[in-house]
């Protein structure tokens, strides 16, 4: 259920309504808005009705159920759009678009230090690279791990961008945490409920990635987990669903961002790299992706893709990933944000 206050209530009568859904053994999960405060009691479902009682409460305009199975991330709860904070200076959800880029896989000092700093000189605002990587053999290259985490910190560093990367593994989010100011979660790891009960009750904000095989309810369910864990910080990342297509790696599902964009107050951003697995057609699903609504883009760039430990060929060079930000441009203006 929603309790959604009048417009200027006091606080207090917000703190009292707060107390109530406790009292009734609900979780009260606040949102406090620019005009007024909405308040959502989480909690078994059968039992709802009770709630409506708080409607006599003063401050309280009306007591309404969320139709939607996912209640934290839906709109009804909040109707404006998130944006979140990532460092100084660095954030998603608002007008301006957010470029995510760097390698798939952290691999040395030289490779991250070079390409946060090409990246960087490009516009790209946050840097990227797996220290843990979900590999389909295990016999692929798996990552440095916390050498990696070291590297990807000392490159954001140096280059002064915040970074981001993935975290496998509920046991390692304090460690990745340490290094890294966005925690990744990967596709293969949507529906890992432990690890995304583990990580929304970390502070850090959250690369929320689409699985290859889920849909759009299943994954704003996943994005549930951690906000009702917590976390205020949640982005959605799709990056290519799988269909019976093999000419591109997945399916680019352009259309989950107008449709994500109607459902939830979230971020989203999207991968093409991922997206469709080959680094030509990068740029078009770019530029595809800002004129569809997106508040970002994943991009992987490598110093030499064709050397590159993993996803080399949907990597790009410096020189075309410099290319893609200058086309980009007319896109951005023209779907009315700053880049
Ligand atoms: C990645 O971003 O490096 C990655 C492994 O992506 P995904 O989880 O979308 O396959
Ligand atoms: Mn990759």
Redesign the pocket.
Same mark, same amino acid.
């Given at each position: 259920m929603i309790v959604v206050m009048k417009p200027g209530a006091p606080r207090k009568d917000t703190r009292t309504v707060i107390g109530k859904i406790r009292e009734l053994g609900y979780t009260p999960h606040t949102i406090y808005g620019k005009t007024r405060n909405v308040i959502g009691a989480i909690g078994d479902e059968r039992g709802k009705f009770v709630l409506h009682s708080l409607e006599s409460l003063p401050g309280v305009e009306r007591v309404v159920p969320i139709l939607k199975p996912y209640k934290l991330a839906s709109r009804e709860v909040k109707p404006e759009p998130t944006e979140i904070r990532l460092a100084p200076g660095v954030s998603v959800g608002g007008k301006k678009l957010l470029v995510i880029a760097g390698p798939?896989?952290v691999e040395s000092e030289q490779q991250m230090v070079e390409t946060a700093n090409a990246v960087k000189a490009a516009g790209a605002h946050v840097l990227?690279g797996?220290a843990f990587?979900?590999r389909t053999s295990p016999y692929a290259f798996q990552g440095l791990e916390e050498r990696g985490l070291k590297i990807l910190r000392k490159a954001g560093d140096r280059a002064g961008m915040p970074v981001v990367t993935?975290v496998m593994n509920p046991m390692d989010v304090d460690l990745v945490a340490r290094y890294s100011d966005i925690l990744?979660v990967?596709?293969?790891?949507v529906q890992n409920f432990s690890l995304l009960k583990r990580i929304g009750k970390s502070k850090r904000p959250i690369l929320l990635?689409?699985g *290859?095989m889920t849909t759009i309810t299943e994954f704003l369910m996943s994005a549930e987990y951690c906000l009702s864990e917590g976390s205020r910080q949640v982005i959605l990342?799709e990056?290519?669903i799988r269909t019976f297509e093999d000419a591109t790696r997945n399916t680019l599902d352009l259309s989950a961002v107008p449709v994500l964009k109607e459902r939830t107050h979230l971020p989203i951003i999207v991968?093409p790299?991922?997206g469709t697995g080959h680094s030509q057609y990068v740029k078009p699903m770019s530029c595809a992706s800002v004129a569809a609504g997106a508040d970002g883009l *994943?991009i992987?760039v490598h110093p030499t893709p064709e050397k590159a430990l993993?996803?080399g060929p949907q990597s790009l060079t410096f020189e075309k990933f410099a290319e893609l930000m200058a086309v980009l441009k007319p896109f951005v203006a023209a779907a009315g944000r700053t880049i």
């Open positions: 798939c896989s990227r797996g990587k979900p993935e990744q990967g596709a293969r790891n990635k689409r *290859m990342c990056r290519g991968d790299s991922h *994943m992987e993993s996803d």
